[in-house]
């Protein structure tokens, strides 16, 4: 089946410090990979998406690299602030067929000062 | 466009009571989702609509669970009897297919406590 499996949270960082969240799926085909992150009180917004192998999307300073060979999409952030304190989503769509996403578990950010 | 909007914004309610959550898509776009996050289980897919007609209802956790869409700007999530397990942040979201389809607009979701 289709599967997304996130590290698990919370995730605690100083200003400044570098971010990695991981993401690793399970599917069969080619599927889009995408990073949500929902701020408090909101609902969910899209992050990045990469559609390919290979492809890396990237926004806001964040970067994500489709790796087909270790069925990887880990988030990563040079420099975090305060402000991206939230909960970030992994997901995965295939090409073809239904307009679902899975969704993983997410990973809660807090950025301290 | 006012994106994708949900009422009630919290509702608190006893067990046993039949409770009503709504949605108003974007306008125009031709996919509705109803999702539940809970801490324990993180965001699930309950049903889905394409075109007002549901498509996947098997994320819809028990009979106690129903949705509806009666027209392309609106939609509901009934609950009936509920209980105190369905509390959770139900969210909304709607997309439109052959954009890229994948880019769901979520809204801000509804807090249901239920007592």
């Known amino acids: 089946g289709n599967s997304v499996t996130q590290m698990e949270g919370p995730v605690t960082l100083s200003e400044e410090a570098f971010l990695t969240i991981n993401c690793t799926y399970t599917?069969?085909?080619?599927?889009?990979l995408f990073w949500y992150v929902q701020y408090p009180g909101e609902g969910l917004q899209l992050l990045l998406k990469?559609?390919?192998?290979?492809d890396k999307g990237s926004n806001k300073g964040f970067e994500a690299t489709y790796r087909k060979e270790t069925t990887s999409f880990h988030l990563e952030k040079g420099s975090v602030q305060v402000s991206d304190s939230a909960v970030y989503f992994c997901?995965?769509?295939?090409?073809?067929?239904?307009?679902?996403?899975?969704f993983g578990t997410g990973t809660r950010l807090t950025v301290i000062p | 466009d006012a994106g994708v909007i949900q009422s009630p914004r919290h509702e608190v309610t006893e067990m046993g009571q039949e409770v009503t959550l709504r949605c108003k898509p974007i306008?125009?776009?031709?996919?509705l989702f109803w999702y539940r996050q809970t801490m324990m289980r993180g965001l699930e897919l309950l049903i889905y609509?394409?075109?007002?007609?549901?498509?996947?209802d098997s994320g819809m956790p028990e009979d106690r669970f129903s949705a509806k869409m009666p027209n392309a700007s609106f939609s509901t999530l009934k609950i009936q009897p509920s209980e105190p397990r369905d509390s959770a942040v139900y969210f909304c979201?709607?997309?439109?297919f052959g954009t890229g389809g994948e880019k769901l607009f979520f809204g801000s979701g509804t807090q249901l406590s239920v007592l």
């Open positions: 997901a995965l769509r295939f090409q073809t067929g239904a307009n679902n996403l899975f």
């Open positions: 306008s125009g776009h031709d996919y």
């Open positions: 599917a069969t085909g080619y599927p889009s």
């Open positions: 979201a709607s997309s439109l």
């Open positions: 609509f394409n075109n007002n007609v549901p498509i996947d």
């Open positions: 990469a559609t390919k192998a290979d």
